[in-house]
């Protein structure tokens, strides 16, 4: 940015402020003498006709803005595309003798850059090369932005704006994506489950008297909260085909056997 600096006039002299974060570009009839550090500078208007003039240059950090930009990607598509970019000027004198205006010169390389490189991306890669995007936009303006005493240190993509259309397309793919995750999900906790209950099953055919624990067990329970007590034989029994007997060894026996 580019100031006048204060001035404060007493009569013949011209009295010259430089704050801390500027440096002044001090003319003489014209030509450049040279770069005044910050403080207070005094010059007298008498005897001497020469004209004398002193540009502020800010040395701070300061943002560029490119406000949505309206760009066709590779596949046609129609987005809006905002930018936010951080600089600052190294070298004043540069930076007022090589442009017209510094500022606007970086705004208008931001511009151009960023046409050009979105009109190389179709719109699925593009969402996803935001940061690629960013640093290479930093990539290609940095050095042209040397060129006229400006140092760019940041760049970054601040919105890619879509047409109303494309995104409630992108808004059915994301919903039928996580439609289908979840009924994944849902499949492999029903596989989960069966494969539990069928090494459940397994274990009890093998082992008779965990599944009697787990009957008795059960009647603990139903007996605590509603204090009676339901007696059920033993489940194994009830798979016993009609007419077959369980022994005492557990083997069975029909009833046409003899004793």
Do not use: C
Request: hydrophobic share 45%; net charge negative; aromatic share 6%.
């Amino acid at each position: 940015m580019e100031l006048e600096p204060r001035v404060i006039r007493f009569g013949l002299v011209d009295e010259y402020i430089i704050w801390e974060y500027e440096r002044g570009l001090l003319f003489r009839n014209g030509q450049f003498e040279r770069i005044l550090e910050p403080g207070r500078y005094r010059f007298t208007k008498f005897p001497s006709p020469e004209q004398i003039r002193i540009v502020a240059v800010s040395l701070r950090q300061m943002s560029e803005v490119i406000n949505s930009q309206a760009i066709l990607t590779a596949d046609k598509i129609e987005v809006r595309v905002s930018l936010i970019a951080q600089y600052a000027v190294v070298d004043p004198l540069l930076a007022i003798s090589a442009v017209d205006s510094y500022s606007d010169r970086l705004y208008q390389d931001l511009q151009l850059t960023l046409r050009d490189l979105v009109s190389g991306y179709e719109i699925d890669a593009l969402l996803e090369a935001r940061a690629e995007l960013s640093d290479t936009l930093l990539a290609d303006v940095a050095p042209r932005a040397e060129g006229y005493g400006v140092e760019l240190s940041r760049v970054g993509i601040r919105d890619i704006v879509l047409p109303g259309s494309v995104r409630s397309v992108f808004l059915r793919e994301v919903e039928a994506d996580r439609e289908g995750r979840a009924e994944l999900v849902k499949a492999r906790h029903e596989v989960a489950a069966a494969r539990a209950r069928a090494n459940t099953a397994r274990i009890l055919s093998r082992n008779p008297n965990i599944a009697r624990m787990q009957e008795l067990d059960t009647l603990v329970k139903l007996a605590g909260r509603n204090g009676s007590v339901v007696l059920l034989p033993n489940l194994s029994d009830l798979f016993v085909p009609r007419g077959v007997a369980v022994g005492e060894n557990g083997a069975d026996a029909t009833e046409d056997d003899e004793a």
